[in-house]
């Protein structure tokens, strides 16, 4: 939803997501320019001295799905008697009905969820249990605004509209880095910080590592390098501090060879997707080992209110196979590798949509959701879900209900694989959460 947000393109959205895209969210980075003005009083302050040790903790990576992607979709339960019927043109049949055909029939993950055809490259992540999934999952406020529940779930506390800092950013900010000395520990792909990132110390949007230059005619750089590093050399004040992290991170990605970097046998970027090109920077600067931390990159176009399209040629069909083609590539990058990255990716979204379909064969807002999480230390293989049900008793206002809280899955990651247990309640202040045996520790 930010300006610079991956997206297909799909023009079957409501009017606030529309809204919401062309005014490219300046306020995130608005936020992320008063991150450190605004951070709360019960934000603790810490101290920098562990010594850099890639190998400490995971780096994490969020793909967050802007529109309210369709968890009964992604990941169908084919077994649930009431889907079949609440979804007659767009659900997608068992896997044993052999009278539907092939591309409409789930594939089989534990007899009773399924994933889209079009999700099938992420099958053997799955099968080689690094993959999870969970479902009824998402934020238990129940806005089914675009704009509140993305803030919500970026923020991380529903009852607070004075807070500007994000999750992930206050979880960078209540622990060590891994290099001390590194003048990028959080990239946004993207031309602003997500709100998520908000409040991380050492966080900057970098649209296209690839080409990071001052502006201006490239002739002149050196010089023009050289007068701003002259001019603000030895100075505390803020605005100096950030021009010479800046620079500092310029030349830290100017030394990493994103153009000719080659992944990992087996790892297949489509360079027509944008997408898996951010993935495929994001697997670059991890395996540099520069310092990074933390990875956030938007993918948009899941607000599917007219003909959702989940079958092949259908517009949702096209983002599904995007989405996991380009995390099938990342997985096989740096998980299957001779030399595997210790990395934790996250795959969210705002809400997802109503159980039944609407008379345009598309979905509207919901509430519960489907997530996935990715690593060589998740505890995969599964779908975890405290299923609700799909009959209208069982419903949530026609939703599915959450009866896993979005944070709770979130927490487990900070304290198990970011090395950061004693950080939870800054990470999601006024939140107990409750660890579901998601990730192992260490």
């Given at each position: 939803?930010?300006?610079?947000?991956?997206?297909?393109?799909?023009a079957?959205?409501?009017?606030?997501?529309?809204?919401?895209?062309?005014?490219?969210?300046?306020?995130?980075?608005?936020?992320?320019?008063?991150?450190?003005?605004?951070?709360?009083?019960?934000?603790?302050?810490v101290?920098?001295?562990r010594?850099?040790?890639?190998?400490?903790?995971?780096?994490?990576?969020?793909?967050?799905?802007?529109?309210?992607?369709?968890?009964?979709?992604?990941?169908?339960?084919?077994?649930?008697?009431?889907?079949?019927?609440?979804?007659?043109?767009?659900?997608?049949?068992?896997?044993?009905?052999?009278?539907?055909?092939?591309?409409?029939?789930?594939?089989?993950?534990?007899?009773?969820?399924?994933?889209?055809?079009?999700?099938?490259?992420?099958?053997?992540?799955?099968?080689?249990?690094?993959?999870?999934?969970?479902h009824?999952?998402?934020?238990?406020?129940?806005?089914r605004?675009?704009?509140?529940?993305?803030?919500?779930?970026?923020?991380?506390?529903?009852?607070?509209?004075?807070?500007?800092t994000?999750?992930?950013?206050?979880?960078?900010?209540?622990?060590?880095?891994?290099?001390p000395?590194a003048?990028?520990?959080?990239?946004?792909?993207?031309?602003?910080?997500?709100?998520?990132?908000?409040?991380?110390p050492?966080?900057?949007?970098?649209?296209?590592?690839?080409?990071?230059?001052?502006?201006?005619?490239?002739?002149?750089?050196?010089?023009?390098?050289?007068?701003?590093?002259?001019?603000?050399?030895?100075?505390?004040?803020?605005?100096?501090?950030?021009?010479?992290?800046?620079?500092?991170?310029?030349?830290?990605?100017?030394?990493?060879?994103f153009?000719?970097?080659?992944?990992?046998?087996?790892?297949?970027?489509?360079p027509?997707?944008?997408?898996?090109?951010?993935?495929?920077v994001?697997?670059?600067?991890?395996?540099?080992?520069?310092?990074?931390?933390?990875?956030?990159?938007?993918?948009?176009?899941?607000?599917?209110?007219?003909?959702?399209?989940?079958?092949?040629?259908g517009?949702m069909?096209?983002?599904?196979?995007?989405?996991s083609?380009?995390?099938a590539?990342?997985?096989?990058?740096?998980?299957?590798?001779?030399?595997?990255?210790?990395?934790?990716?996250?795959?969210?979204?705002?809400?997802?949509?109503?159980?039944?379909?609407?008379?345009?064969?598309?979905?509207?807002?919901?509430?519960?959701?489907?997530?996935?999480?990715?690593?060589h230390?998740?505890?995969g293989?599964?779908?975890?879900?405290?299923?609700?049900?799909?009959?209208?008793?069982?419903?949530?206002?026609?939703?599915?209900?959450?009866?896993?809280?979005?944070?709770?899955?979130?927490?487990?990651?900070?304290?198990?694989?970011?090395?950061?247990?004693?950080?939870l309640?800054?990470?999601?202040?006024?939140?107990?959460?409750?660890?579901?045996?998601?990730?192992?520790?260490?």
């Open positions: 939803m930010r300006s610079s947000m991956i997206s297909p393109g799909h079957a959205c409501c009017g606030e997501y529309a809204r919401m895209s062309r005014r490219g969210f300046l306020r995130t980075s608005g936020a992320a320019a008063a991150a450190l003005a605004s951070a709360p009083a019960w934000l603790p302050r101290s920098f001295a010594a850099y040790d890639p190998r400490a903790r995971d780096v994490i990576l969020q793909i967050f799905l802007h529109g309210g992607a369709d968890g009964l979709t992604l990941v169908p339960p084919f077994a649930d008697q009431t889907y079949p019927l609440i979804r007659p043109t767009i659900g997608f049949a068992h896997p044993d009905d052999t009278t539907r055909p092939a591309e409409e029939r789930a594939v089989n993950l534990d007899g009773f969820f399924g994933l889209a055809r079009a999700m099938q490259a992420l099958a053997p992540a799955y099968q080689n249990g690094h993959l999870l999934f969970l009824a999952a998402g934020s238990t406020d129940p806005s605004s675009h704009f509140d529940a993305q803030r919500i779930m970026e923020v991380g506390r529903p009852d607070d509209p004075l807070l500007f994000g999750w992930l950013g206050r979880h960078l900010a209540t622990v060590d880095p891994l290099d000395g003048p990028l520990r959080a990239m946004a792909i993207s031309d602003a910080i997500q709100l998520t990132l908000a409040g991380g050492r966080t900057l949007p970098i649209n296209d590592a690839s080409k990071q230059t001052l502006d201006g005619d490239p002739t002149t750089e050196p010089q023009r390098r050289s007068a701003l590093q002259s001019a603000y050399a030895g100075r505390l004040d803020p605005l100096s501090v950030s021009a010479i992290a800046t620079l500092q991170t310029l030349d830290t990605l100017g030394r990493i060879d153009a000719g970097y080659t992944p990992a046998p087996g790892a297949v970027y489509n027509d997707s944008g997408l898996h090109q951010a993935l495929r994001a697997a670059a600067l991890i395996k540099a080992q520069v310092g990074v931390e933390a990875v956030a990159m938007d993918y948009g176009g899941w607000d599917t209110h007219t003909m959702q399209g989940p079958f092949a040629g517009d069909f096209g983002s599904m196979q995007e989405l083609t380009a995390i590539a990342f997985y096989a990058d740096m998980v299957l590798s001779a030399q595997p990255q210790r990395i934790v990716l996250v795959v969210m979204s705002e809400f997802g949509r109503r159980a039944e379909e609407n008379g345009d064969r598309g979905t509207d807002h919901g509430h519960g959701n489907a997530m996935l999480v990715l690593g230390q998740v505890i293989g599964r779908v975890l879900a405290a299923w609700p049900g799909l009959r209208d008793e069982q419903l949530d206002d026609g939703d599915v209900q959450v009866t896993t809280d979005y944070r709770d899955v979130l927490a487990e990651i900070i304290a198990r694989r970011l090395g950061n247990p004693g950080g309640d800054a990470v999601f202040p006024a939140h107990t959460p409750v660890f579901h045996n998601i990730v192992r520790t260490g």
